[in-house]
């Protein structure tokens, strides 16, 4: 999620003391701190975009990194601002660290939440990355005069109804589909959250063939089909690109993936691309193998956001 929300819910969850928000109060500071902690890994950024690509939403994102935070926070904040236990802050900051973890896991994006025992990355696929639902609600708890407690449990309550909401709604989508598609020989359905609408869910239908792409509002019982991709038959290039350092980044930045393999002016070319996100009639996140006449690799870019920005990772 976006860094304003969580900085909400962490307000919120530190209006659950039942004291009015203060930043000079530790354990408030703490909480706060917390819910923006484990997004300390855009440091990684400064040694490239590759090595941040394959580390965000990793340890800082999962339960071990976020008590480890939780705990440098609270013994910093203790001895700068003393007072409390530290214990007490301890216990807030991890909350608010808690409350970072799931929103990102609610999103389609995800995180690595066991690492280091697993590094899959865990998803609900619920909300879109900056939710105006979860952001009025929480802006209401800094904004609300007096009961500070009350206000947040019922800010709390309100995202369990919306949460239940979305879940339901994600639910008929899928039944949805499932009937639309009843003929296909179907081997998973995958629905998320659209990139922006609240009302909209993308999907993913892999066959035993193709994977077939759209987008489907939650009222309407038509889905519409964006790209139906063919699946590349499995081959010696293929398995050299998935294993070469390009194709384990894409593999460990995205479990939903599409292949395909074509020959350009003698060239071998091995394209990937994110089947998550489709953006202006084509995918978010693209990446190129290509090999020589010999099945050598000559060049492999990483494409991000957009199909003109070239990352080489090469080896």
């Known amino acids: ?23 000079s109060n ?12 484990p997004d300390i890994d855009i440091v990684v950024r400064f040694f490239g975009d590759v ?10 994102h999962s339960i071990p990194g976020t008590l480890i935070m939780s705990g440098f926070i609270a013994a910093v ?3 700068l601002l003393g007072g409390i236990n530290p214990g007490l802050i301890f216990i807030w900051t991890f909350l608010g660290a808690l409350s970072h973890i799931v929103l990102d896991i609610l999103n389609s994006y995800g995180a690595k939440v066991l690492w280091p025992f697993s590094r899959k990355k865990y998803t609900l696929n619920l909300l879109v990355v900056a939710d105006p639902i979860i952001i009025m609600i929480f802006a209401v708890v800094i904004f609300w005069p007096g009961m500070p407690g009350v206000i947040a449990q019922a800010a709390f309550w309100l995202v369990t109804i919306y949460l239940g909401s979305r879940f339901y709604m994600r639910q008929r989508v899928y039944r949805m589909l499932k009937r639309q598609f009843v003929e296909d020989d179907i081997c998973r359905i995958i629905v998320m959250p659209a990139m922006v609408s609240l009302w909209n869910w993308y999907f993913l239908i892999e066959t035993s063939g193709s994977y077939i792409v759209g987008e489907i509002r939650h009222f309407s019982p038509k889905p519409g089909i964006k790209k139906i991709l063919e699946k590349a038959p499995q081959n010696p290039l293929i398995g050299k690109a998935l294993k070469s350092r ?34 202006r009639e084509d995918f978010l996140h693209n990446a190129t193998v290509i090999f020589d006449e010999s099945q050598t690799i000559v060049d492999a870019v990483f494409q991000p956001y957009n199909k003109h920005r070239k990352i080489r990772v090469l080896g």
């Open 1 to 23: 999620m976006d860094p304003l929300t969580h900085a909400l819910v962490g307000v919120g969850v530190a209006a659950l003391t039942g004291d009015k928000f203060a930043l």
């Open 51 to 60: 090595p941040y690509l394959k580390h965000h939403r990793g340890s800082s």
């Open 26 to 37: 530790p354990v408030h500071l703490g909480v706060v701190l917390g819910a923006l902690a």
């Open 77 to 79: 904040l203790w001895l």
């Open 246 to 279: 390009l194709g384990e980044l894409f593999q460990s930045f995205t479990p939903y993936f599409h292949i395909s393999h074509c020959l350009e002016e003698g060239k071998h070319i091995i394209r990937f691309c994110d089947l998550r996100y489709f953006f």
